[in-house]
C-alpha cells in the first residue's frame, strides 16, 4: 500500500477512536521536539495490534511523507471485522533508561459494523 498525502482516520497516542468495517487506520508516531536532544534513536518500536484478525496490519512502501513536520512514523491498519482492539509500541532500548522519557504508544480503537 502506497503512503497517502494525508493520514485519515490516524490515532495518535492515549487517544480512543471508533471506525468501520473496511477502513484504514492509521497509528501515527509523533516525536516532540522537546525529546529528540535525548537520543539520535526514535523513541517507539514498531506499533503492534493486540487481535490481527479485528485489525490487519497492512503492509507499507517505504517512502516519507512529510505531514507534522518532526520525526514521525506512520503504521497501517485495515479494520476486518468488528471488536475492540488495543494498539502498542513499546520504547526502543536506547530510551528505557532515560528519565524523562515519553511513554509507550497506546491508543484504543473499536471496529463497528
Known sequence: MRFPRTFNP???SGAKMTVHVGVTVW???GEPESYTRFSPVFPWLAVRTSNAGVLVPVRLCT???PSLG???HAFAFRAARAGRVTLSAALAPAWRSISHRPRPYRATVT???
Open 70 to 72: 518532526i520525526p514521525e
Open 27 to 29: 497509528a501515527v508516531e
Open 111 to 113: 471496529v463497528a459494523r
Open 63 to 65: 517512502s516519507k511523507v
Open 10 to 12: 490516524y490515532v495518535l
